[in-house]
DNA sequence: GATGATATTGACACTATGTCAAGTTGCGGG
DNA sequence: CCCGCAACTTGACATAGTGTCAATATCATC
């Protein structure tokens, strides 16, 4: 691995970026990887250890292109947990969005690769706690739905918002993406907060 | 391949079955499963054509073992909506952990081999038929809660009640089969089924 | 014009899958 | 008894993709 943040670098980072998001994250060898950023395959071991190293780097690369932390600001900067909630589930939407190839590529070789299994996860233990944050302040105004634990709500949550769900509803079901959003929005909201303007049977 | 359903053929699918659940269907390679069976290598290929159709003639073994069709039993003679979705979410999580380490095998190779990919699909399509029954016996007591599509609604319970959503709140968040079933049940009923016997802040 | 960092080229080792051909074992029927 | 078939073994091989290594080329710059 060389040392500075080369031209070269940054070439690769970006073409990776681009051929996942064309192929969904399959079938991305490290030569069409080399071919397409106009480098030789191993000036792709120059600057990366292996696969995993080099698709992890791409992530905080994506990362700090895509600007994660500005995306979550309308959640962090709710004044109450609903619109906490609301916020979130928007913010997620979007990025799963933007990152849906190398999502997927992530998702397949954490399977086998150790490094990347922990880089995937410390992703999903950053949304588990945008999760907890928006059920905690729920919970602090009394509106957590009577009968969850604040613990099992974060839980649930985390599953309803994970990658692999968007991906199921969007590639699966077909959804747009502002469909996700309000349907899940509205599951979420009847599930976790109680107190809302009517819309159960109570009418 | 071989036309008889003979000794070797059985004892190498109930080798599969144990080595994937031992590993949680990781790392299992052709010459594991040959040494494990007590056959050579080229055996397995006399009875299957090659890995993914080992897998999922595994997958068909096992649900001839398993007897899908008797777990789902109580959920398709069910009186009404809500117990029929009560039912069938603790048979999928019955089922679940019956075939997580085949699952989690299957899941792995659908990414790179078709013919696997169509047997999870289709997998995936009888469950959400199962969700389908259940959203639609709900709304035609007129109990699904406002604002839902029937399809829309089916989509969502079936994300809930997927395979990767069940394994990551059991392998990711530690719970115990009976807690998912709980859990899961209430956010269900809360988000899909109306008119409950209170449980939300109307009290 | 030597130095060091960057990149190229081609060869190679490794792992796992799947294929092929030749040989073995066991068993039932003529 | 032995023919022949089916099931199985053995060992060699092709292929694909990853990662490694060594020798060489390019080029800026001091």
Redesign the pocket.
């Known amino acids: 691995m ?3 943040k ?4 940054t ?1 690769i980072l970006k073409t990776v970026w681009k051929l996942m998001e064309e192929n969904r994250g399959q ?6 990887i ?1 071919k397409a950023a ?10 990366f ?6 698709l992890i780097a791409t992530t905080h690369y994506m990362d700090e292109v895509l600007g994660v932390e500005k995306l979550l600001e309308p959640s962090r900067t709710a004044l109450d947990g609903e619109s906490r909630l609301r916020e979130f589930i928007i913010a997620m939407a979007h990025h799963y969005a933007n990152i849906q190839g190398m999502a997927q590529a992530l998702l397949a070789i954490k399977e086998t ?1 150790a490094e990347a299994r922990i880089a995937w996860d410390e992703r999903m233990e950053a949304i588990r706690h945008g999760c907890g944050a928006a059920i905690d302040m729920i919970e602090s105004e009394g509106r957590l739905v009577q009968g969850w634990t604040k613990d099992v709500a974060t839980d649930l949550l985390w599953s309803l918002l994970s990658f692999e769900s968007w991906d199921r509803l969007i590639n699966g079901c077909d959804w747009k993406n502002d469909e996700y959003v309000a349907h899940v929005q509205r599951l979420a909201e009847h599930g976790f907060v109680a107190g809302q303007k009517d819309s159960s049977q109570s009418a």
């Open positions: 060389l040392k500075q080369s031209d070269t670098r070439r079938g991305v060898r490290m030569s069409d080399a106009g480098v030789s395959r191993q000036a792709v071991y120059l600057h250890d292996d696969r995993a190293d080099l690769d």
